[in-house]
Each structure stands twice: as structure tokens, then as C-alpha cells.
């Protein structure tokens, strides 16, 4: 079974505080990505990572950085937590696509629900 | 740009109605299209992937479907342990390990 794992179920934490959510993936992933989810937006891309040390931005970035360094875990760095970033944050993994043809499904961990305060 | 869209967005069943959801796409290329399960609080659990206009898969009561612009999800019978979002969503049309572009769900709902 595909196992990802993500650091904290729930977190709290003060505005202008740096927050680091882990995850790791037990599957040999080359593919990570981190998600999150709002009501009414749905899911949203913030950043993904083909390779260790390899990192490209999603849909929304902004506030946000990332960290591989290591294939089975990638890191997701709030710098200077603001309240607009408190929603639930969904990690994924899964193994490359074969290019322009075809992608591989994602496999996600159980979320972080994190609250700025 | 990249678009699905899911409909109906909420669809309350009675246990054993059957029924379809609709999750309908605009992609330059398609590479996949996925289906999740989604309980509240957690993680979405993926169900199937389809890539080609024809294709269809099964598991239990389910089965997706897919044509050129839009792919269905039909529930068989349902139980109440069917309720749940179902979300749809597409690879991007860059190749190699895009993330994927998600519908909003269907929240669905069986009562027993």
C-alpha cells in the first residue's frame, strides 16, 4: 500500500510565524506535490517536485517555499504565516509521467489542517 | 487554460437509487483523467484513471467513463457508505509531473 505521511494532523500558529509542514512518501515517488483545499476554491496546486532539489511553482506560490532534499520527503515553508494562509494542506506523490502522453495518479496524505491566528 | 467542471455540486440518493456524475474538461492533451473519493477531513483516496475516449473502469458499485469532453462517474445501488465528494481532475498539458487541476466535487449523499 502506498503510504504518505504527513507531520501534524492539526496545527495552530501566530501570524508572522515560520511554519514547516513535512511529508513523506514510502513508495519511491520521483513526484511530489503540495495542495491546498479551501471551501468554495476547491483544490489548488501550490508546488511540485520532479526530482530531489528540483522544485516548480503552482498555481499559487506566493508565501510560500518548498525543500527536497531528500526523494522520500518534501517540505512546504510558510516564511511569514499570515491568517489568509490558515486552510487544510494535502500533500501528494507519484511516479513520473511518461512525458507528453501520459501522467500517473497521486496518492495523498491525510492533510494538515493549519490555523493562523 | 486548463478547466473542470463538476455537476451537479450536491445530489442527496436514496439507498439503491442509481445515478451519474458529471465531470466535464477543456485540456490541450490529455494525459489522464482522475477520479478521488473524498471523506470529510481527510485526504482524497484515489478511485480510477482513465485516458482514452472509450475507456471505462469499475470497482464495486462504480464506474467511470470517458469521451473527448467529459467523463462520468455512475453509482450502481448505493449504500449509505457511498456517501462522500468525488472529485475529478486533469493532469497539466506540460508533461512530466504536472500537478493536476481539480474540479470542485459532487458532495454526495445516500440515505439509508
Known amino acids: 500500500d502506498v503510504k504518505v505521511t504527513q507531520s501534524s494532523r492539526y496545527l495552530v500558529k501566530r501570524t508572522g510565524e515560520k511554519v514547516f509542514l513535512e511529508c513523506v512518501q514510502d513508495?519511491?515517488?520521483?513526484?511530489m506535490f503540495w495542495y491546498r483545499q479551501d471551501p468554495g476554491l476547491g483544490l489548488r496546486l501550490i508546488y511540485f517536485?520532479?526530482?530531489?532539489?528540483?522544485?516548480e511553482k503552482g498555481d499559487i506560490p506566493e508565501g510560500y517555499s518548498v525543500s527536497r532534499e531528500k526523494k522520500e520527503r518534501f517540505s512546504l515553508i510558510l516564511e511569514s504565516a499570515s491568517t489568509n494562509q490558515t486552510s487544510m494542506y494535502l500533500c501528494?506523490?507519484?511516479?513520473?509521467?511518461?512525458?507528453?502522453?501520459?501522467?500517473?495518479?497521486?496518492?495523498f496524505g491525510p492533510g494538515t489542517r493549519l490555523t493562523v491566528l | 487554460e486548463d478547466q473542470v467542471t463538476q455537476s451537479p455540486e450536491a445530489l442527496r440518493l436514496q439507498e439503491g437509487e442509481s445515478s451519474s456524475l458529471n465531470c466535464s474538461y477543456t485540456?490541450?492533451?490529455?494525459?489522464?483523467l482522475f477520479w478521488y473519493r473524498q471523506d470529510p477531513g481527510k485526504g482524497p483516496e484515489f478511485l480510477f484513471t482513465?485516458?482514452?475516449a472509450g475507456e471505462e473502469k469499475e470497482k464495486e458499485r462504480l464506474k467511470a467513463t470517458l469521451t473527448k469532453k467529459e467523463s462520468f462517474l455512475h453509482i450502481t445501488a448505493p449504500k449509505p457508505e457511498d456517501s462522500a465528494t468525488y472529485l475529478c481532475?486533469?493532469?497539466?498539458?506540460?508533461?512530466?509531473?504536472?500537478?493536476?487541476?481539480f474540479g470542485k466535487g459532487t458532495h454526495l449523499i445516500i440515505q439509508p
Open positions: 481532475a486533469v493532469p497539466g498539458s506540460g508533461g512530466g509531473a504536472d500537478g493536476l487541476t
Open positions: 513508495m519511491d515517488h520521483e513526484n
Open positions: 485540456v490541450s492533451g490529455l494525459r489522464g
Open positions: 482513465l485516458y482514452s
Open positions: 517536485s520532479y526530482d530531489v532539489k528540483m522544485k
Open positions: 501528494a506523490s507519484s511516479f513520473l509521467g511518461q512525458g507528453a502522453f501520459r501522467s500517473n495518479e497521486q496518492f
